[in-house]
Antibody, heavy 118, light 107 residues
Framework: QVQLQESGPGLVKPSQTLSLTCTVSGDSISSGSYYWSWIRQPAGKGLEWIGR???????SYNPSLKSRVTISIDTSKNHFSLSLSSVTAADTAIYYCARDRTNGFDYWGQGTLVTVSS | DVQMTQSPSSLSASVGDRVTITCRASQTINIYLNWYQQKPGRAPKLLIYAASSLQSGVPSRFSGSGSGTDFTLTVSSLQPEDFATYFCQQSYILPRTFGQGTNVEIK
């Protein structure tokens, strides 16, 4: 069974960098069969795709966040990571990692709430 | 970006009702449309992919149709566990975009 688990600080100060890691089990992120994405959801609101990475390290980002986002991958640890710089209160959200098979996100992490506050 | 617009934003229904949710894309997306169900405090769950293909393990009362710009998700007979929020999402082009969601409530 494929499982994804987000980890990282739940509280980040304004102007600092949000860093999260998604650890994958039950599948190898180096298999080359899927992309691996980050998606966020402000409380009570809709879903926003942040970006994705392939096993090769190739990335694609949402233009709305591109200047502040970096997604990286560590195949030896079977995990991928999100870094979002210069955060503001508008970045407060539940952050999900998900397996992206092009035709939909078929496995998701449980999500982790990140609050931006001083 | 491709804008995805769902209607209605919310609806009230009873157990056993047939429910239909609509999703419209701002440009053609062929059949690259997926549907998700989300319950409070949980991650979204993939129900339908490629407009009409049922994800493994999803009950057959869920079905999807459409192509181009107009799509529908239908629940043939609403069950108590189906009360949730439903999102559409296009996978035709980057960035991936989602509809704003449809909240299905108990009447």
């Amino acid at each position: 069974q494929v499982q994804l688990q987000e980890s990282g600080p739940g509280l980040v100060k304004p102007s600092q960098t949000l860093s999260l890691t998604c650890t994958v089990s039950g599948d190898s992120i180096s298999s080359g069969s899927y992309y691996w994405s980050w998606i966020r959801q402000p409380a009570g609101k809709g879903l926003e795709w942040i970006g994705r990475i392939y096993t090769s390290g190739s990335t694609s980002y949402n233009p709305s966040l591109k200047s502040r986002v970096t997604i990286s991958i560590d195949t030896s640890k079977n995990h991928f990571s999100l870094s979002l710089s210069s955060v503001t209160a508008a970045d407060t959200a539940i952050y999900y990692c998900a397996r992206d098979r092009t035709n939909g996100f078929d496995y998701w992490g449980q999500g982790t709430l990140v609050t931006v506050s001083s | 970006d491709v804008q995805m617009t769902q209607s209605p934003s919310s609806l009230s229904a009873s157990v056993g009702d047939r429910v239909t949710i609509t999703c419209r894309a701002s440009q053609t997306i062929n059949i690259y449309l997926n549907w998700y169900q989300q319950k409070p405090g949980r991650a979204p769950k993939l129900l339908i992919y490629a407009a009409s293909s049922l994800q493994s393990g999803v009950p057959s009362r869920f079905s999807g149709s459409g192509s181009g710009t107009d799509f529908t998700l239908t629940v043939s007979s609403l069950q108590p566990e189906d009360f949730a929020t439903y999102f559409c999402q296009q996978s035709y082009i980057l960035p991936r975009t989602f509809g704003q969601g449809t909240n299905v409530e108990i009447k």
